[in-house]
């Protein structure tokens, strides 16, 4: 998946981060104040304590807590706010890279869906240094089902850019869409193996279709999630072969068994618990079945990438997500690997992950200087490294 890190190629930040206590990765011991000498973007050294070198930025953490840098598979580039390049346009741009994704801890975020030319626009501005953010991957547009648009989206996306939204009927189509995708840029294919069409009807994607838009999407070296909602868009999924679940199914009705099956054939998760909770309800009887569906998925030994659905959800906040996962049994440990470990293994990415020399520096610092942090400190973050620059520090 080599396409998958270009975006992360550009900086070569050089760095000495001092008194970091390193969680080299999840279940291992949190480390004595180390100093951590980044070159070329990359991790050096991690020494007791380190001479300090002409040039190089400084940055004291004074015994803070530094894991890898997180990941957010799910996130959507779509508010208003990501339109435009006046010099206005870009401050606010700042503002929101920094609220929604730098001050989280992300350093990688995955865009499953968005409107291509501006998020193009904005990756452009990230990766020549216009603008300080995560490296982004994106989906372009989301593939529908024929006749399948989202209920949800008709507000947003004005009709005469619906009708352009690929909706295709046969497995020629969906070779079609999908290859057009790769040429818009797309680093990963979103699929919706079952869409809303209204808010109590989901329609699914053919089965003829969804697999050929996997297969075609693995031609390319591309990873496929798809938005299932209930069990039947579950059922079209794992039998078309995709990698991950962008949500549990929220319509849970019958798929536990299917949520073990995907665990199983190593289709991951991403959870996004705490986005049904903020949009659509709050009551236990919707809630308390899909906290157990995940906990069922990672009971099967299912793989789970974290992520929020922040863009589409407007809470920006990330402990909502950790608690669910601790409500659906996930460890600390558990979660962090979701953040870092899982993501990097699932994109191919092998020098990132975890905090080890020759690694890229994608760090994040958390405000906490325990020993044994709670689920909850991960949504307290101190700075946000990529590739050894700073691109994110509380003042
Ligand atoms: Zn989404």
Redesign the pocket.
Known sequence: MSTMRSSNDHSVGNLLIRNARIWTRPGAPISQPRDVWVRNGRIEAIESSLDPSEGVPELDVNGRVVTAGFWNC???LTEPVWRGTSIEARRRQQDALDDMLSSRGFSSVVD??SPPHTTSSLIHQIETGRLRGPGVVTAGVGILPQRGTPFYIKADVPWFLRWKLPKPATASGARRAVAAQVRGGAGVVKLFTGSYVTPDRVKPMRHDVARAAVTEAHRHGLRVFA?TSDKAGTEVAIEAGVDAL??VPDSAEGTVPLLEDAARRGIRVVP?LH?FAATVRTDDDYLQPLYESLRSFVGAGGRVLFGT?V??MRDRDTRGEFQAMEHSGLSVDDILRSLTVEPAEFFGDETAGTVEVTNRADLTVLDCSTNSPAGSDLADVHATIRSGEVIWQRT
């Open positions: 799910h996130v959507h499953l869906a938005h962008a949500h996004t986005m659905d863009g589409y």
